[in-house]
């Protein structure tokens, strides 16, 4: 009997030690306000002058001299990360995940906000990275690439109110190739020239003028940016190199202007640029493969092609839906997506959640096109080595791992900052951990503020709502540091393609109640 009391005893604390962590996984999560972080976030990173309306207080205007140098105006577009510089891929990649998630859920971040408040939040982030690169598309075979030096940047902690360090810009023309980087814009561009049209047509047109340059430009003068611009190789060198990005680019101009040049060029450079023969289980800033493979399985489910291009698009189909079976753990020997005993998909410790991320979206537009596809497909399912996947295994996926991201983790961490009850507080970012300049406006030189502001023990002075940390190692483990970088470090690419997911979300709980 003292025994059975005791362990009675001992479940009723151990229950009560966990009632706090059960209470939070059985809270419903909140995707309106998980939307409306992830839209404050963009203006976090804004470069440039600041607009009235900017939301985001404690930032100020930076940058305003960007290009001067140069001879051009290089003011505005988004700083990538905790860092002060301006790099042209991540920043075109944002833009167009930005772009691919209002064309999907309009109707979803429409009714999420009164009066359509989020639907012109999402304009305006986008506009805000579509604005520069129209200035940084100075002419027809130029492209301005970067704007800041990465080491000299690295080797300051400063507000970007306050930069001291380089400002140099880059460029890539048709003696120093970038295709890469070019095809990126112009997807970008032609992705954001769709969602503009119904509110802005002479903009969309603009986009689209610019987007059609940049792949002519990127498919005449062929080359790897960063072997063309030495300084970005040690952040963001292209390492699956061009291929994916001038595909990329083709289908999305096929979906914006439905000119079948663009689609013949997906078909006749499918193989020589690797789209129908690179199977691969990530989808990132850098490698496209899967983005653009599920692009063209959308051509084969609507039938927008020719007969003879049917074979070549069964082929993207079948290595999109690599990806995904990877994604769901059915792939079988061919591979699948290491997963945390948490559940997090795992590809690799550095900014782990972008893979995450970017997994969600793509399973739940992948889901909706296996959905649409009622004539083709009427089962609605992918065919796995491991058995068939449904599209509800999808959006169950992506749900899942948005959950994760939220807080429903082994941690009961939400790996969004200003999220939830407890989320990261010392984030890897320069404006963030620094006093505000609008507080204080004293200067901050690049000593001053590793002394006085980066080696601080306590919270950042400034929540940088919205944004997506790098997030836990493979075993669910997360140091809370500003030194973490791997963990801590925010990038504008890991929130973009939630911005769409997260209303999708909020619409479909919404719609499940009002049942």
Known sequence: MPRLVSMIASLTVLTLLLLPFMAAAAAELDYKKALHSSLLYFEAQRSGHLPYNQRVHWRGHSGLADGLQQGVDLVGGYYD????????????????????????????????????????????????????????????????????????????????????????????????????????????????????????????????????????????????????????????????????EMLWAALWLHRATGQARYLDYAVEKAEEFGGTTWAIDEFSWDVKYAGLQILAAKVLMEGNHRPEQKATLETYKSKAEHYLCACLGKNGEAGNVNRTAGGMLFVRQWNNMQYVTNAAFLSTVYSRYLTADQNQNQNQMMRCPDGPARAEELRGLAKAQTDYVLGDNPAGVSYMVGYGRRFPRRVHHRGASIVSHRGDARFIGCVQGYDGWFRRKGANPNV??????GGPDGRDRFRDSRDNYMQTEACTYNTAPMVGLFAHLHSQTAGSRRK
């Open 464 to 469: 940088v709502v919205g944004a997506i940390v």
């Open 81 to 244: 990360a905790g860092d002060n510089v301006k790099f042209g891929l991540p920043m075109a990649f944002t833009v167009t995940m930005l772009s691919w998630s209002a064309m999907e859920f309009a109707d979803d971040i429409a009714s999420a906000g009164a009066d359509g408040e989020e639907w012109r939040h999402v304009l305006e982030a986008i506009k805000w990275g579509t604005d520069y690169f129209i200035k940084a598309h100075t002419a027809p075979d130029e492209l301005w690439a970067e704007v800041g030096d990465g080491d000299t940047d690295h080797y300051c902690w400063q507000r970007p109110e306050d930069m001291t360090t380089s400002r140099q810009a880059y460029k890539v023309d048709r003696d120093n190739p970038g295709s890469d980087l070019v095809g990126e814009t112009a997807a970008a561009l032609a992705a954001a020239s769709m969602v503009f049209r119904r509110t802005n047509r002479h903009y969309a047109q603009v986009l689209l003028h610019h987007a059609r340059q940049l792949f002519e430009f990127g498919d005449t003068h062929r080359g790897k940016y960063d072997s063309s611009i030495a300084e970005v190789e040690s952040y963001y060198a292209s390492v699956s190199g061009y291929g994916d």
